[in-house]
């Protein structure tokens, strides 16, 4: 998974260290900020002759590392991400929070980070696929997604991964869902039904829904 | 999204203040809000944003009910020990609504104030009198599948798409309220949304500079509790017709019964005289049907949205049929 290749605090005015890797990736990006309408970046249309509001700092950690950001307030969270980071990991599916393939997690818990700004979380602390791994080990859900082949096209896998992390943490919190029987039970157990109500915001064009609850039930240590 | 400004509340009274100003919103989970405003149907020129207030926990009232601060999240309203204890309509509800992610973000306060999913309202370029008052409905002769079919009016035939609402409505919550200058109030939930009438654009009894706080639940009232929702998908859609059910019963005779529907108007929707028609009513057929014909008096399909009714009467004949069963 894709990491900016940065020792130092990355910030705006200096966010990446220039390496083989990222002169790639940098070079998509400043294109990307100097070409994309500012529509793209604000989601949505904007009227052009309307003056920009004025920016906001936000400080994330992102991955367990701060990031320090000006940005216009209308910059929603994926935006952020993917935008002005280049942490592309997370998706844009519908922009609207129909589709999960925009989730990440939030101190621990997962969320569409289409549907909510980035300045609205300053301070806090975000989880993306990027910061899965450790070096060259996958995290457990990503080794068990290629093993399951949980995808087909991709797009929505990153979405997915960070959902069943934050889900098997609701699991295990003993959150209920809405099948779950008897709501007054302490934890319900992970059934194949349980883990398909409680993906049901992550949503897989290609359909390979079968190979992700395997993959979810893989890493959640349930017999597949 | 069209430019505004931005800042964080530090109190009530001080978020109600920035949002009675002109152009002024309060931004809560803003899973609604932030999609409209992508949208342009929702164009604050301020966004007050009141997550950092206290305002999310969950407490025991002197009566034996429950005070939900209106921060606390979905998901951690569902998952509470104490709501799926005594409220189990309320936590079912809460987790037949939109998907676990959205839960985490959405609040008490604002899902109470989403606004409706109508397409029409959604489509800055069709004409909408909640949107756009006195440009017409174009639902009424448009595509209404999921549109209402009681407290309709010309203007509009919106439903409200909560399911925590209804669930709400059927334990008789109460709303609490702040506005700009202090003063507090307690509405209750039958009176919180309004019916279309005239005024479409004008959703709920508060009024300007008016947020809410806290909805607070009464003690949970005898009988078994169900949350029923009938939808096009088995997740993650709205409700085409939901049933909040609380009845007391034994041996086949109903002592008591609160029914609270959604999907069916612009508020979450209870009949008293439905209602009635159940108390120490044999719990059969016969009276299944006369409290359905009770609920139904006065409903009126559009074409698309037709077969609510037939769909109504046969979900509220399941829901008592199940929990009457001896």
Known sequence: ?224 | MRAFTYQRADTTVQAAAAAVKPGGKIIAGGTNLLDLMKLQVETPSSLVDINRLPLDKIEETPDGGLRIGTLVRNSDLAADERVRQRYGVLSRALLAGASAQLRNKATTGGNLLQRTRCYYFYDVTKPCNKRNPGSGCAALAGFNRIHAILGTSEHCIATHPSDMAVAMRALDAKVETINDVGDTKIIPMAELHRLPGGTPEIETSLRPGEIITAVTLPPPPPGVQVYRKVRDRASYAFALVSVAAIVDSTQGRIRSARLAFGGLALKPWRSPQAEQTLVNAAADTTVFNAAASAVLEGARGFGGNDFKIPLTRRTLHSVLAEMTRT
């Open chain 1, 1 to 224: 998974m894709d990491e900016p290749d940065s020792k130092t605090t990355p910030n705006q005015e200096n966010r990446f260290e220039v390496t083989r890797r990222t002169v790639i990736e940098t070079g998509t990006t400043a294109l990307l900020l100097t070409t994309l309408p500012r529509a793209a970046l604000a989601a949505g249309p904007v009227d052009d002759n309307e003056p920009p509001p004025p920016p906001v700092k936000v400080e994330l950690q992102i991955n367990g590392r701060p990031y320090s950001l000006t940005l216009d307030p209308r910059t929603t969270l994926l935006d952020a991400l993917r935008e002005h980071l280049a942490l592309t990991g997370s998706k844009k599916g519908c922009d609207h929070g129909q589709c999960g393939a925009c989730t990440v997690l939030i101190e621990g818990r997962r969320i569409n980070s289409c549907l909510t700004l980035a300045v609205m979380h300053d301070g806090q602390s975000v989880t993306t696929i990027e910061g899965l791994a450790e070096g060259e080990n996958l995290h457990p859900l990503q080794t068990a997604f290629v093993e399951h082949d949980g995808f087909q096209c991709g797009y929505c896998t990153s979405g997915q991964i960070c959902s069943a992390i934050g889900m098997l943490a609701e699991s295990r919190l003993g959150m209920p869902s809405y099948v779950t029987e008897n709501l007054t039970q302490p934890a319900a157990e992970l059934t194949d039904a349980e883990i398909r109500e409680r993906m049901s915001g992550n949503i897989c064009r290609c359909a390979a829904y079968p190979n992700i609850v395997a993959a979810i039930k893989q890493a959640a240590g349930l017999p597949t």
